[in-house]
């Protein structure tokens, strides 16, 4: 009864593993009926590569700049007196010389002919001096024998002899006159053509900054007169460029100006100096250009931009601004490398030409980098590289 009781239990049990069996089967077949085929993976992604390029480049810098007069004179009366004519449109080219303002000249003509009497007057006592001077001269001659022989007193001779030494020092005396009063004359001259404010160069006379019938003195400002032919334009640069262009940047280095509504003016300037310090405030040293205007069309006070070439960079290498992204404050590039797979290289940039980055390290010739899709490229990344 026992042997029959473990026969039970064995069959019990193996009856159960084949239950289980079946079920697993059965599952296994329902599972495999149902089953779709694994989805095909993507194609490789299409991006858009560009050829890295290497070839010399010229550096250009690029300036704020202002312009001003080659010379600014300030007209200013020598004399003081009161204002009774313009001659000159404001505005307007004048010459070296060309009376601008008239100052009533009744009062200096008036001191010239005052000199010009004194001046008579201390020839006409010159004149009596050389004649007192002849008299003496004759007296002395002629009573030096008979004082010789007694035939006059010692004294009277010595009375002659007085008289000659004074008229030589009175005929001195007038002289001098007269030379004091030439002088006086050579002042009133001179006031009286200074009544007549000339511009003390060519150029651009500007606003007149008093009106006819006003009193002007020494200090008074009548106007500006800019020669503008050749036009100053002066530049800032930073103490840095300074330094690498130093000795580089010299009058043969042609300079580019560009007007405040873009247009680039036709005529090239050239380097003239550069100030002797740096601007301890703003830490930029001013330089100095000169460009030909004819036809005055530039004028002081205009504001452009000055561009000259800096430097050339020898076999630069060259790679579009939208291939390069940054990361924290590093920049990537994405090079399609063997198999057409991605790269992401770290670069260090230089200057920018245009829409072009120069790489300084990072990069060489030959190396093909994505310059559309860069946000959508992973390291390691199979790609689809089109060229542009």
């Not at 010399?56 to 704020?64: A, E, L, Q, R």
């Not at 090239?268 to 740096?278: D, E, L, T």
């Not at 002081?300 to 430097?311: D, E, K, S, Y």
Request: hydrophobic content about 45%.
């Amino acid at each position: 009864m026992h042997s029959a009781f473990i026969l039970d239990k064995g069959s019990a049990f193996l009856n159960i593993v084949a239950s289980v069996l079946l079920a697993s089967l059965l599952l296994l077949a329902g599972c495999a009926g149902n089953s779709q085929p694994s989805p095909a993976s993507p194609p490789p992604l299409d991006v858009v590569v560009v050829p890295v390029q290497q070839k010399d480049v010229p550096i250009y810098g690029d300036w704020v700049a202002t312009l001003d007069g080659y010379v600014n004179a300030n007209i200013q009366p020598q004399v003081s007196g009161y204002l009774v004519r313009q001659n000159y449109r404001e505005g307007s080219f004048v010459r070296k010389d060309d009376v601008l303002f008239e100052i009533d000249p009744r009062p200096f003509q008036a001191a010239l002919d005052q000199a010009k009497g004194q001046l008579a007057q201390a020839r006409g006592q010159l004149a009596q001096a050389e004649a007192q001077l002849a008299l003496s001269k004759i007296n002395v001659q002629r009573n030096t024998p008979l004082a010789k022989a007694h035939a006059i007193a010692q004294s009277q001779l010595d009375t002659d002899v007085q008289n000659q030494a004074t008229s030589e020092a009175l005929i001195k005396t007038n002289q001098a006159a007269i030379q004091g009063a030439e002088a006086a004359v050579e002042v009133a001259e001179l006031n009286l053509g200074f009544t007549k404010v000339r511009s003390l160069v060519s150029g651009i006379a500007g606003i007149a900054t008093t009106q006819i019938g006003n009193l002007v003195g020494q200090s008074t400002l009548l106007t500006t007169v800019s020669q503008v032919d050749p036009i100053k334009v002066y530049f800032p640069i930073s103490e840095q460029e300074y330094l690498r262009v130093a000795g580089k940047f010299t009058s043969q280095v042609p300079l580019q100006l560009t007007l405040a509504d873009g247009s680039i003016y036709p005529h090239p300037g050239k380097i003239a100096f550069a100030n002797r310090q740096v601007d301890q405030q703003t830490g930029t040293i001013r330089v100095a250009g000169l460009f030909a205007n004819p036809g005055n069309l530039l004028r002081p006070g205009q504001f452009g931009r000055v561009r000259a070439m800096t430097a050339l960079r020898k076999n630069a290498i060259l790679i579009p601004q939208r291939a390069v992204s940054e990361l924290q404050g590093r920049y990537q590039v994405a090079v399609v490398g063997a198999n057409n797979k991605i790269a992401i290289r770290t670069v260090q940039l230089a200057e920018r030409i245009g829409d072009l980055w120069i790489v300084e390290s990072g990069l060489n010739q030959g190396d093909q980098v994505v310059s559309e899709g860069v946000a959508k490229v992973r390291d390691g990344m199979t790609v689809n590289p089109k060229h542009a």
